[in-house]
């Protein structure tokens, strides 16, 4: 049965990251952000097949501001939501901030331990709040890429945008040093809209795009060289917008 669980995982992981080469005749990969199981089961419900789980959501949901929750915690309740779809074939890949100080192989034994099909590391240093050395990351994000040996698949967010570096080049410079350390994907978010199409061409592997309310559809942002969307905290602050409407109109019959 081991073996049987090690191939279907070995499996889920090379479709995984084989989708994210499909969005010229597919469309990007579209991953909804789980906060905690029920809205896992819920976006699992509605028809999605791979998940993408948010830091700031889960962080929420176990009563921690974003970057505050101690990995065990957070790698418990990413275990916890890839449980509650797995039966539904169902992947989840983790959004595992700058990967807490472990080292790569702890990082990633304990990710596996999870069932995850892959993971989310940026180049912040949540201790600190700057960005990363980037070949300093680079070397960081090729041991675990060695570590993982295939089994992840390593989306490498590029925070130059979120830190006010502005124009393509200082994403790029990343972006290529990730590439070449084993990336499957690079994340520069919050880069413009227009410059998603520049960074993918010049970086050479797919590119994930946040998608913000007001801002371009998921289907926008395939067009505009997105070839895989998430959205961050965004899902969950828009449930908890509903349930604090709920909770005043609650509080307004009482």
Not at 20 to 48: I, K, N, Q, Y
Not at 59 to 82: F, H, K, N, W
Not at 167 to 181: H, N, W
Request: some cysteine; proline content about 6%.
């Amino acid at each position: 049965m081991r073996a049987n669980d090690d191939a279907a995982t070995t499996a889920a992981v090379a479709a995984f990251r084989v989708r994210h080469h499909s969005s010229a005749t597919d469309g990007p990969l579209v991953l909804p952000g789980p906060w905690d199981a029920a809205s896992a089961r819920a976006f699992a419900d509605a028809g999605f097949r791979a998940l993408a789980t948010p830091s700031a959501g889960v962080s929420a949901a176990l009563g921690y501001a974003d970057g505050e929750a101690p990995a065990a915690e957070m790698l418990t309740a990413v275990g916890r939501i890839v449980r509650a779809v797995a039966a539904e074939g169902v992947v989840v890949t983790a959004d595992v901030e700058d990967g807490y100080g472990l080292p790569p192989r702890e990082l990633v034994e304990r990710l596996l331990e999870t069932g995850v099909v892959g993971c989310n590391l940026e180049d912040t240093d949540r201790r600190t709040g700057l960005l990363k050395e980037p070949r300093e990351q680079a070397d960081w994000l090729a041991a675990v890429v060695a570590e993982a040996d295939g089994r992840l698949v390593v989306n490498a967010r590029i925070d130059t945008f979120l830190k006010g570096v502005e124009g393509a080049a200082p994403a790029v410079e990343r972006g290529l040093l990730y590439a070449a350390a084993g990336a499957d994907c690079v994340y520069p978010i919050l880069a413009p809209a227009e410059l998603l199409a520049p960074i993918a061409d010049r970086v050479g592997i797919p590119v994930n795009a946040l998608a913000k309310p007001g801002g371009p559809s998921p289907t926008e942002l395939g067009a505009l060289g997105a070839a895989r969307v998430t959205f961050g905290g965004g899902l969950h602050r828009r449930a908890m917008a509903a349930v604090a409407e709920i909770a005043a109109g609650l509080r307004e019959e009482s």
